[in-house]
């Protein structure tokens, strides 16, 4: 009878102690380490069948990013002086795929493209880094449009 008041007691304390483990075991939001103001440097260039064609551009301006609907979701809010986007992306890890399949190319004021878009980015510690390329045929010829954004966390 002891035996089993003592087995009961046991039994008691160890769903308590699971109890209050389940309490304080709240899932981390893995994007949380993501989220935030980064200062960014941008620079492109376009080619015309496999020529330069506008001068490289180079700009600076800031990535704000915020959870995206989904739990592995992202979104990026980018602004430049003269251009403003926002984006999302798909988070795997610390490496990250741009859900965007279209970007307008400019050649000039005439001339304005839109291109199948693929963009992918990875973070690694503070810094934020992203690659992406629009590519299209217009006019007989292949218009591309390569693009690097490198960022610091503020």
Same mark, same amino acid.
């Given at each position: 009878?002891?035996?089993?008041?003592?087995?009961?007691?046991?039994?008691?304390?160890?769903?308590?102690?699971?109890?209050?483990k389940d309490k304080?075991?709240?899932?981390?939001?893995?994007?949380?380490?993501?989220?935030?103001?980064?200062?960014?440097?941008?620079?492109?260039?376009?080619?015309?069948n496999d020529f330069?064609?506008?001068?490289?551009?180079?700009?600076?301006?800031?990535?704000?990013?915020?959870?995206?609907?989904?739990?592995?979701?992202?979104?990026?809010?980018?602004?430049?002086? !003269?251009? !403003?986007?926002?984006?999302?992306?798909?988070?795997?890890?610390?490496?990250?795929?741009?859900?965007?399949?279209?970007?307008?190319?400019?050649?000039?004021?005439?001339?304005?493209?839109?291109?199948?878009?693929?963009?992918?980015?990875?973070?690694?510690?503070?810094?934020?880094?992203?690659?992406?390329?629009?590519?299209?045929?217009?006019?007989?010829?292949?218009?591309?449009?390569?693009?690097?954004?490198?960022?610091?966390?503020?």
């Open positions: 009878m002891k035996r089993s008041g003592l087995l009961f007691l046991l039994f008691l304390f160890l769903v308590n102690i699971q109890a209050c304080n075991s709240e899932a981390v939001d893995p994007r949380n380490q993501y989220i935030g103001n980064y200062d960014v440097a941008y620079t492109s260039s376009t080619t015309l330069p064609f506008v001068p490289k551009e180079t700009a600076s301006g800031t990535i704000v990013i915020t959870k995206g609907a989904a739990a592995d979701e992202l979104k990026l809010a980018i602004a430049f002086k !003269n251009y !403003n986007e926002e984006v999302g992306a798909k988070l795997q890890g610390n490496k990250f795929t741009v859900l965007k399949q279209k970007e307008k190319v400019y050649i000039n004021e005439y001339n304005t493209f839109e291109a199948d878009y693929a963009g992918s980015g990875e973070f690694s510690g503070a810094n934020l880094n992203i690659t992406a390329i629009a590519q299209t045929t217009a006019n007989g010829g292949k218009v591309v449009k390569n693009m690097v954004f490198n960022g610091i966390k503020k």
